[in-house]
């Protein structure tokens, strides 16, 4: 840490909160969150201070991906919800729709699937029409049809599905891609729809590979019933 303290006496305040954030992500990807904690409200004071409007945003935005790591939902979404508001006033797409997707994903997460529709869909208005935001426009589409299926609104969940695999038809974004065939195969199963389910989990099995393993236990459960 020699160099950060040389860097706190050359007094580089609007640099410094950068580096604080910088230093701070670095302990986070390392799981020492106490560190990481610690940095992340030393980086947000001094952004405050000199009134750091885009930096002020990154941290708190990076704090509520501390708390999520950790399980304190709540203190996830109430700095999520800062960052969020602090994106949407500079116009920053990207972290705007990023940041709605990971408070819609907590939601999601807890089986709170209307409250995820609601942040799901601040991003998907946000960047439905911004081509530097295709890929997280195609995931949030996926996410609101997960979301439907969740609540069991069939229709409404195929038609989102449908429309994240029309975005994603050059198969850009390959994840993207097997998880919403993988979606459709088991919306069209539940519809009962067996030829069409079949092929959407077959799409997903084709183009899974050892990077996506983790999605194909679901993919064989749903073909299996399928087949059943």
């Known amino acids: 840490m020699l160099g950060l303290e040389i860097f706190k006496k050359i007094n580089e305040k609007k640099r410094l909160p950068g580096i604080l954030n910088l230093i701070g992500l670095y302990y986070f990807r390392k799981n020492n969150y106490e560190k990481s904690i610690e940095l992340f ?3 947000l004071k ?3 201070k000199i009134k750091d409007l885009s930096s ?3 941290i708190n ?7 999520s790591a950790i399980g304190d939902r709540e203190n996830a979404i109430k700095s999520y919800e ?8 500079l116009n920053d797409i990207r972290n705007a729709a990023v940041t709605n997707n990971n408070i819609g994903n907590l939601y999601f997460n807890n089986n709170e699937y209307n409250k995820a529709l609601e942040y799901y869909f601040n991003s998907y208005k946000i960047s439905k029409n911004e081509n530097s935001a295709i890929d997280l426009y195609i995931n949030t589409l996926h996410k609101i049809g997960e979301s439907y299926w969740g609540i069991k609104d069939l229709k409404k969940s195929k038609k989102y599905l449908l429309e994240s695999l029309r975005k994603n038809k050059k198969y850009e974004y390959k994840r993207a891609y097997i998880e919403t ?6 919306v ?3 519809e009962n729809d067996i030829q069409m389910s079949i ?19 679901e993919v064989y459960e749903g073909l299996a019933m399928a087949y059943h």
Do not use: D, Q, R, W
């Open 82 to 89: 800062k960052s969020v508001v602090i994106f949407n006033s």
């Open 199 to 217: 092929k959407y989990y077959k799409e997903a099995i084709k183009f899974s590979n050892k990077h996506f393993h983790h999605i194909l236990p």
């Open 56 to 58: 002020i945003a990154a």
């Open 41 to 43: 409200i030393e980086a």
């Open 61 to 67: 935005a990076n704090i509520g991906n501390m708390y």
């Open 181 to 186: 065939v993988s979606s459709l195969g088991k």
């Open 188 to 190: 069209l199963l539940e």
């Open 46 to 48: 001094k952004a405050e």
